[in-house]
C-alpha cells in the first residue's frame, strides 16, 4: 500500500515550456527517472544465489526488498493516471508482486510508474494516498526518494558499491529533513541516527533514515 512517508514533497507541474514551473515539473521527472535507473541497476546485479540474503531492513531479503519497491510502482497508474482510492484498489498488488521473473516484473512496474507521472498534468492532479490528498508532484518526489534510500539497501545486500550519485542524494535529503523525526514513529524506518561531525550529503540522508554507512 502507498504509504509512502517514507519520503516528502516537491517539483512543479508540467512539461518544459520555458518556466520556473515548467523546469522543477521537468526536474523532478529526471529525478524520478534516475532513481528508478539506479534501482533497477542493482536489481540486474542481483546474483541467483542473493535473493534470499539480508539486507539493512531486517526484516527484509533481497527478494523481499525488491517486491516491495516494485509493489510501490504498481501502486502509481491506477492512483495516478486512473483516480483510483486505495479502497478500490485493494489487495490487487499484495503478496509476492515478482513471480518467476523479478527482473522482468522490476522493469515492467518502473517503466509503466513513471510513464504515468510524464502525462500532461499528471503532476498537479490530486492523489489519494493512505495518509491523505497529495499532489501528483509530491507522491512523484516522495517515491523518487524512498527509491534512493532502498537502492543503497539493495547495494549492502549483494555487496555492491554502495555510494549514491550526489545530485540523488542531495534530493532525497531534501524531501527526507522536514519529518525525519516522524518517520520512526512511523514504522517506515528505525529511528534517527546522530550525524557525525562533518559527514558528507550521503552519511546525512542515512543517519536520518537510521541506516549507518
Not at 517503466?111 to 499532489?135: E, I, Q
Not at 517515491?143 to 549514491?164: E, F, M, P
Not at 534530493?171 to 512511523?186: C, I, N, Q, R, W
Amino acid at each position: 500500500m502507498p504509504d509512502t512517508r517514507d519520503t516528502g514533497g516537491g517539483g512543479g507541474g508540467g512539461g518544459g515550456g520555458g518556466t520556473s514551473a515548467d523546469a522543477a515539473s521537468h526536474g523532478l521527472l529526471e529525478r524520478h527517472a534516475a532513481a528508478l535507473r539506479l534501482f533497477g541497476e542493482r536489481v540486474r546485479a542481483v546474483g541467483d544465489g542473493q535473493w534470499g540474503d539480508p539486507t539493512p531492513c531486517t526484516e527484509w531479503t533481497v527478494r523481499d526488498l525488491v517486491d516491495h519497491v516494485t509493489g510501490e510502482q504498481l501502486w502509481i497508474p491506477p492512483m495516478v493516471t486512473e483516480g483510483r482510492t486505495i479502497e478500490e484498489i485493494g489487495d490487487a498488488f499484495s503478496g509476492d508482486v515478482l513471480g518467476g521473473d523479478p527482473v522482468g516484473a522490476w522493469e515492467r512496474a518502473a517503466g509503466a510508474a513513471h510513464a504515468a507521472f510524464t502525462v500532461p498534468g499528471a503532476l498537479d492532479r490530486t492523489v489519494r494516498l493512505s495518509y491523505g490528498h497529495a499532489l501528483g508532484r509530491a507522491y512523484c518526489a516522495e517515491l523518487t526518494a524512498d527509491c534512493v534510500v532502498h537502492a543503497w539497501d539493495l547495494s549492502r545486500g549483494i555487496g555492491a558499491d554502495d555510494r549514491l550519485p550526489d545530485g540523488l542524494v542531495e534530493f532525497a535529503l531534501k524531501e527526507v529533513m522536514p519529518y525525519a523525526d516522524g518517520l520512526a514513529a512511523s514504522g517506515l524506518f528505525a529511528a534517527p541516527l546522530e550525524v557525525p561531525a562533518g559527514a558528507n550529503a550521503q552519511t546525512r540522508l542515512l543517519a536520518l533514515v537510521g541506516r549507518r554507512g
